[in-house]
């Protein structure tokens, strides 16, 4: 019903800039909270960001100051720019949309496929 696409990710040295892109499309009537989350290998996947349907943000200690997360409703997109790169920030990012549902009015949390963001040191 609902699909979740994620671009931007790629290989950037330590210090370096990366902007992720999240599209939601499919049977949407509202866009409630967006938020990232990442999964290094061997680890658990854990919260990045999140952003509510009124702008309001969340930010993991580890990514404040370094990361910004947007969203633009008019095209269902959620953003997320990470500057000053570490390898620690080395994973898989996923994006994460709670929707509500255009023909049932049910909320459900839909995930992306991930995409892959390595940095070298």
């Known amino acids: 019903q609902v699909q979740l696409v994620e671009s931007g990710g790629g290989l950037v040295q330590a210090g370096g800039s990366l902007r992720l892109s999240c599209a939601a499309s499919g049977s949407i009537f509202r866009i409630s909270a967006m938020g990232w989350y990442r999964q290094a290998p061997g680890k658990q996947r854990e919260l990045v960001t999140t952003i509510t349907s009124g702008g309001v943000t969340n930010y993991a200690d580890s990514v404040k100051g370094r990361f910004t997360i947007a969203r633009d409703d008019a095209k269902n997109t959620v953003y997320l720019q990470m500057n000053s790169l570490e390898p620690e920030d080395t994973a898989v990012y996923y994006c994460?949309?709670?929707?509500?549902?255009?023909?049932?009015?049910?909320?459900?949390?839909?995930w992306g496929q991930g995409t892959q963001v390595t940095v070298s040191s």
């Open positions: 994460n949309a709670n929707v509500i549902i255009r023909t049932t009015l049910v909320s459900k949390h839909y």
